[in-house]
């Protein structure tokens, strides 16, 4: 009882690293949810790869889940995959969900035994949180394994991004400690994926020596929906806990959606997303609503008649939120920063603005375009089929952690 106090009262103030020192101190008590997970099974000769992340995938909630989703999904073909989270949802049906592709699960506290009596040969571990606990414990553990470090995004740039923005201090010494610490992660590193060009090429040059291969978001091609003449309103989706995603929606409202107002009176706005915080919420009305998380946004998808992500802010990989839309055929009103990794070219398959008054311009020029629209719902699919499918991606995941083998193997030989 008195951990558990401990636990609650402190998690939010304790590094993960601490975190994990009062999981690992909890073992032989009795726990909030007995062993969830499915215990690892003694299995052929199949390459055991560890995945470890900050939870259990929720890909219905946001994109980095859906991309790990699909990577787990991906590697369980030929790998017996277990996944390490350091925290569960409430609910076991995410986990249930990986258990059903053939996924393992377990507690974050049996690491050691794992890394010691497994014959694990591949250490994926994703987000610099993460990493900077687990990749010099693996090393020590199993210092034969091959270590993919997965950044997600490159958060110093996030970050970097934000200060311009914000001109917060805290935010400034921020953006410098992930500098540090994921150059000095990426170092530790056999491999590393990014996820687009933009953030291999900023990394790379704090690191040359590293391999590093881009894995972007993944998105499975969807129903087109609706033709233009039946599809009405904006729509915007994205974790709003995210602070670009926040950022976006505040800046939408207060500085886009007025001079919108003009140019397509009647015009109305969903947000849908995890989390909306009361800065946002306040604005609810039945022009601009609010939805928070909705299970299923395939009507959205399939109704709404112009997608927007006004992202001022954000790191440098592909940004899923946009990738989703395209994938389902709604054309796209997005910043430089929101189209950044996909190889889009401006008024061919997305349309690009950054200021409020281009922003709205290109808005209601999709929106009033027939023409404009069909060419451009079609293209953004195409781009997203050509280049973004698990099918296309698949290659990537399963010959870097090949590579990771390889590399690992070469490195114990030569000891």
């Not at 399939?302 to 954000?314: D, E, I, K, M, T």
């Not at 409020?356 to 311009?361: E, R, T």
Request: with cysteine; net charge neutral; glycine share 6%.
């Amino acid at each position: 009882m008195i951990l558990t106090f401990l636990k609650k009262t402190l998690q939010d103030h304790l590094s993960l690293s601490d975190r994990l020192f009062l999981k690992e101190l909890s073992i032989g008590l009795p726990r909030r949810i007995a062993r969830i997970g499915r215990a690892p099974r003694e299995t052929g000769e199949r390459t055991v790869v560890l995945v470890f992340d900050e939870r259990i995938p929720t890909p219905d909630r946001d994109a980095g889940s859906l991309r790990m989703f699909i990577i787990l999904k991906t590697l369980a073909a030929w790998c017996r995959v277990i996944l390490v989270p350091f925290n569960r949802p409430q609910s076991s049906d995410y986990e249930r969900a990986l258990w059903r592709e053939g996924i393992e699960t377990v507690d974050v506290t049996d690491y050691r035994r794992l890394l010691k009596q497994t014959n694990v040969k591949v250490a994926i571990v994703s987000r610099p949180s993460m990493a900077e606990v687990f990749i010099p414990r693996i090393r020590r553990l199993n210092p034969n394994a091959g270590i993919i470090f997965d950044t997600v995004d490159v958060h110093f740039v996030r970050l970097q991004r934000e200060y311009e923005v914000s001109n917060d201090p805290t935010v400034f010494a921020e953006a410098r400690r992930y500098r540090e610490l994921e150059t000095r992660l990426v170092k530790l590193s056999d491999i590393v994926w990014c996820a687009s060009t933009v953030d291999k090429e900023v990394i790379e040059r704090e690191a040359k020596s590293t391999e590093f291969v881009v894995v972007p978001t993944i998105h499975e091609l969807r129903d087109r929906g609706k033709p233009f003449e039946e599809r009405q309103d904006l729509l915007f989706v994205g974790n709003l806990a995210h602070r670009p995603n926040e950022d976006a929606v505040l800046f939408l409202i207060q500085s886009v959606y007025p001079l919108l107002k003009d140019l397509l009176p009647g015009l109305q706005l969903d947000i849908i997303g995890d989390n909306p915080s009361p800065a946002l919420t306040a604005y609810n009305s039945p022009d601009i609503r609010i939805h928070g998380y909705i299970p299923d946004i395939e009507t959205y998808l399939q109704s709404h008649r112009v997608f927007v992500a006004p992202l001022r802010f954000g790191g440098a990989g592909t940004k899923g939120k946009v990738g989703e839309a395209m994938a389902h055929g709604i054309p796209v009103v997005t910043t430089t920063i929101g189209a950044e990794g996909f190889g889009l070219t401006n008024e061919l398959d997305v349309m690009i603005a950054d200021d409020p008054l281009s922003f709205a311009q290109a808005v209601a020029r999709l929106y009033s375009e027939k023409e404009l629209w069909q060419s451009m719902a079609g293209n953004g699919r195409l781009r997203i089929e050509t280049t973004f499918t698990p099918q296309g991606i698949a290659s990537t995941i399963n010959e870097s952690v090949q590579k990771a083998l390889t590399v690992r193997r070469a490195a114990s030989d030569h000891r």
